[in-house]
Nanobody, 118 residues
Framework: QVQLVESGGGLVQPGGSLRLSCAAS????????MGWFRQAPGKEREFVVR???????TLYADSVKGRFTVSKDNANTVYLQMNALKPEDTATYYC????????????WGQGTQVTVSS
């Protein structure tokens, strides 16, 4: 199993920045990729970004491209740097991992709240 713990959420004004972290532990050797997702109240869960474990190759949703940056360190922690935040970025953010290209994301963190408001 893989355990995921997110941190770094909070309240920020429009145009501000936040950095989220997701620390992975357990059977991290089985991880193919980590994704970030978000879910706002009353809305479907939305894909944000994915980073491949082996080479840190990334894939971003159009809604965050150019504003969000994902990175990974050597200690199995993934960071989501969020700049130029907008009120519509308000959501609970989750990290999750998958074992292969075509598998579902099967391990999820507990989520961290991001609120963008003046």
């Amino acid at each position: 199993q893989v355990q995921l713990v997110e941190s770094g959420g909070g309240l920020v004004q429009p145009g501000g920045s936040l950095r989220l972290s997701c620390a992975a532990s357990g059977r991290t050797s089985s991880v193919y990729a980590m994704g970030w997702f978000r879910q706002a109240p009353g809305k479907e869960r939305e894909f944000v970004v994915r980073i491949r474990w082996s080479d840190s190759r990334t894939l971003y949703a159009d809604s965050v491209k150019g504003r969000f940056t994902v990175s990974k360190d050597n200690a199995n922690t993934v960071y989501l740097q969020m700049n130029a935040l907008k009120p519509e970025d308000t959501a609970t953010y989750y990290c999750a991992t998958k074992d292969s290209t075509y598998s579902q994301y099967n391990y999820w963190g507990q989520g961290t709240q991001v609120t963008v408001s003046s």
